[in-house]
């Protein structure tokens, strides 16, 4: 369980007392109730589950474990060959 | 799409799969609970990509294959009361109760909807006063806080023709029961990521400490599982037990405040039986009294329901982890996508399920064979 | 078993939904229940060599032409939907069903099923994006039937669309007739239609400009066929079930194994954040207005460059070619450089929560 889908928020407002907003997905957007990330502003980033967004992505956090994923891939020497040789395995 | 594409990234997968192989020696057996992590494995092939001597299992993170018979049977008692619109998440329209499942419903004339947000069924509860909605509440922790919001807000607005049939379960009591089967053959767990964005992380610290066994919470994207495979594998090899978390963009120690609020002032712990498992105590959630008007176990009484199971599949050993999907029988020959025997079959999430649709019903060596 | 410590772990499952004696919504999908369907009912009751091939269209001698023909229902709701409506779907999907035998479409004929209460404004709209659709592919609708039926008893508009056209070339191009070696060559992105539809769906709706890829592909499989004439051997437009249902059932019939590039495929950024979050896969979501194209290998780069020339071929793509290893597999490889099986849809495509 747990299908939650990273998007962009783009503004808020409230609907019957609660606060939702509008949020980015590749290329739709989606109502979102932003009840559970009332910090999150126009600009930022949340995970979505169900219509809800649960969480704020970290920004420093990602890039942080990004450069780390990077260095790892840059430590060993690249082989040559294709993955799996071309062919699916 | 930002915060996604990137980690589907080849070649860092490659770069991780390469790290992994340097840091292990000997064997293990790694739990990943969280069924959108099952399925992000199968969809990318990631297992494929790992090195012999590690042993993904799927554990039982998949609410719509836990979801016990007897609530299914509730859901379907109420479906077919006249004046009822049920709503339900797409994943249980397919899961057979003791006669037939919710699809079947609808062709005899039930009205069953499906519905993205819980917040949906309130839009229709407002359109048809003259009916009774009803909302098919399943979940781990992660979509409490949204079906808890759903009865939370209908009480605020005083909508009255909606209610909410609940079937939440919690993933540490399993993961808990799992650890202490004598049959258990885990070593490892990538814990459950958005699970723990809501709840944060302390229970499974509680785990860590219990059983010994290291856990790192990871995210679904293929970066991210083999990230934590990663931080699991360095922790078994060097004989540590420690609770990380992989997936740091997205959750925090303490987990979601304002979620956690709303459903403890919504949801309260109970005993709840697992499909496959048996009941375990404590593991799930149920509405609070205060939300009795919005039960509807409560509304339709739907009282005994005499559930029918027979022995055949072996979903509650794969659930644990203790066989995989190709070890049944059944699987891929009697038992289906269409013609399931049992819950892991049923739900896209649930491991059998997985396999199938991504080709595991053929042993690599014997393709050609296997097929008729 | 017994276990002092915690609950019974025993297996337990419920009893199997076999044959359901009734039609379910999955039957109408386009996958694994319509073919059960078929096999269980529609071929055992009228069998013959022509029924038989199950291609999208059949190919029969009158007096010394080869005609094809073909008949296909249509109803979707919402009945207009962004990029297009029932009208224009009903004409482009028929003449599209003649296209991949290579015939040359020529006549139509369209019953309609109207319900009472349908607003007579929703009808002209239906009638002028027929028109409008007929005259483009410069095919002539010439007999029809219109009946209504009672409120509630039909979806305020289901069309069956007949049509007949002409084969003009000695090719043979069937499903059965792909070969280890040949190319898979894809006419642009996936999930277009699929997704314009689930956009309009009552609780699934979003926001975005995802529209259908509706369109008559007779003049580019015209335009395929000049370029590589008999190294084109399967033609198919992969419409419910998508491109991973059509390539699987092509695999089946030729008794190949398909090896495919998950990199290859183009599926639009609208496409895919709706695919996401509703946990769809795009691989089955339907196309109206793409084709698939088995090419054998030494023209197949001809026929690429024919499509790119054609309007509705420029993001055309190889995606993948035949094998002779895996027969009826498909196999994929991932993006991120593993492997999966794509296998057929079995029933309708359901958003998840997991």
């Known amino acids: 369980m747990c299908l939650g889908i990273p998007g962009k928020v783009l503004d808020t407002f409230e609907v019957k007392g609660l606060r939702m907003g509008k949020v980015q997905f590749g290329g739709i957007i989606r109502e979102t109730c932003l009840e559970y990330v009332p910090e999150a502003q126009p600009g930022e980033y949340v995970v979505v589950h169900v219509g809800f967004a649960i969480s704020r992505i970290d920004e420093g956090e990602a890039r942080r474990t990004y450069e780390l994923l990077q260095a790892m891939d840059q430590l060993g020497e690249l082989e040559a060959e294709p993955f799996g040789g071309g062919r699916v395995q | ?372 | 078993m017994s276990d002092a410590s915690g609950p019974e772990m025993l297996g337990s499952c419920p009893v199997p939904l076999s044959h359901p004696e009734q039609i379910v919504l999955g039957h109408g999908s386009g996958g694994k229940l319509t073919a059960d369907l078929i096999q269980r009912f529609i071929l055992p009751a009228f069998s013959n060599p022509y029924l038989d091939r199950l291609d999208d269209q059949a190919v029969v001698p009158i007096n010394g032409s080869q005609l094809a023909f073909t008949t296909d229902s249509f109803v979707v709701t919402p009945l207009f939907f962004p990029g297009g409506d029932i009208g224009e779907l009903a004409i482009n999907g028929t003449i599209n069903d003649l296209a991949m035998s290579g015939a040359r479409p020529l006549y139509l004929a369209a019953a309609l099923i109207l319900e009472e209460g349908l607003p007579t404004s929703d009808l002209q709209r239906v009638l002028d994006s027929m028109r409008a659709a007929a005259q483009k592919a410069a095919v002539l609708l010439v007999t029809g039937d219109t009946k209504v039926v009672n409120r509630g008893k039909g979806d305020q508009i289901f069309i069956t669309t007949t049509g007949i056209g002409v084969i003009e070339h000695a090719l043979q191009i069937s499903a059965d007739r792909a070969r280890p070696g040949d190319k898979v060559l894809l006419s642009g992105s996936i999930g277009d239609h699929g997704m314009a539809i689930m956009s309009q769906r009552e609780g699934l709706e979003f926001e975005g400009t995802i529209e259908s890829d509706t369109a008559a592909l007779h003049g580019l499989v015209d335009a395929i066929l000049q370029a590589a004439g008999d190294a084109v051997h399967v033609l198919r437009d992969p419409t419910r079930g998508g491109i991973g249902t059509t390539l699987h059932e092509i695999a089946s019939r030729s008794q190949v194994g398909m090896e495919l590039q998950e990199s290859a495929l183009l599926v639009r950024d609208t496409v895919k954040g709706a695919c996401e979050i509703l946990g769809l896969d795009p691989l089955y979501v339907a196309n109206e207005g793409k084709l698939l194209a088995i090419v054998a290998a030494d023209r197949a780069g001809e026929a690429l460059a024919a499509m790119h020339r054609h309007d509705l071929g420029r993001e055309a793509r190889i995606i993948g070619e035949v094998v002779a290893e895996h027969p009826r597999m498909v196999l994929m490889k991932t993006g991120i450089g593993g492997s999966r099986i794509v296998d057929t849809l079995y029933g309708e495509q359901l958003p998840r929560i997991c």
């Open chain 2, 1 to 372: 799409m930002k915060y996604l594409d990137e980690y589907r990234d080849s070649r860092l997968a490659r770069g991780i799969v390469k790290e992994i192989r340097r840091v292990q020696r000997r064997p293990w057996v790694i739990m990943e609970v969280c069924g959108g992590q099952t399925h992000s494995i199968v969809k990318h092939g990631i297992d494929r990509l790992l090195p012999a001597g590690i042993e993904l299992v799927h554990g039982p993170g998949c609410p719509v294959c836990v979801t016990s018979l007897e609530l299914i049977d509730k859901a379907h008692a109420i479906a077919r009361r006249p004046g009822v619109i049920l709503c339900s998440f797409g994943d249980m329209l397919r899961v057979p109760g003791s006669e037939c499942d919710l699809f079947t419903l609808k062709s005899r004339g039930a009205d069953v909807r499906v519905v993205y947000s819980p917040l949906d069924c309130l839009k229709i509860a407002r359109a048809r006063p003259d009916k009774k909605v009803v909302f098919f509440a399943v979940g781990f922790e992660t979509t409490a806080p949204a079906n808890a919001m759903a009865a939370w807000h209908a009480k605020q607005q005083g909508i009255e023709n909606f209610s909410l049939l609940v079937s939440h379960v919690l993933v540490p009591p399993a993961v808990s029961a799992i650890l202490g089967s004598p049959h258990n053959r885990v070593q490892g767990f990538l814990g459950p990521g958005h699970v723990c964005v809501i709840m944060g992380a302390h229970e499974y610290e509680e785990l860590v400490v219990r059983f010994r066994v290291p856990i790192v919470i990871a995210g679904f994207e293929p970066l991210d599982i083999l990230e934590g495979i990663l931080m699991v594998v360095r922790q078994l090899e060097s004989g540590r037990a420690e609770l990380e978390n992989q997936y740091v963009r997205a959750v925090q120690r303490e987990g979601n405040r304002a979620a956690q609020r709303i459903v403890t002032s919504v949801f309260e712990v109970c005993d709840r039986k697992w499909r496959g498992v048996g009941p375990i105590p404590q593991s799930g959630y149920r509405l609070r009294p205060e939300f009795r008007a919005f039960d509807a176990e409560e509304i339709f009484k739907v009282g005994d329901i005499a559930t029918r199971e027979s022995p055949v599949c072996i979903s509650g050993l794969i659930l644990q982890g203790i066989k995989k999907p190709h070890d049944c029988p059944a699987f891929g020959t009697s038992c289906t996508p269409q013609n399931p025997l049992g819950a892991t079959m049923v739900s896209a999430e649930g491991a059998c399920a997985a396999y199938y649709a991504y080709g595991r019903h053929l042993k690599d060596a014997d393709n050609a064979a296997a097929l008729k």
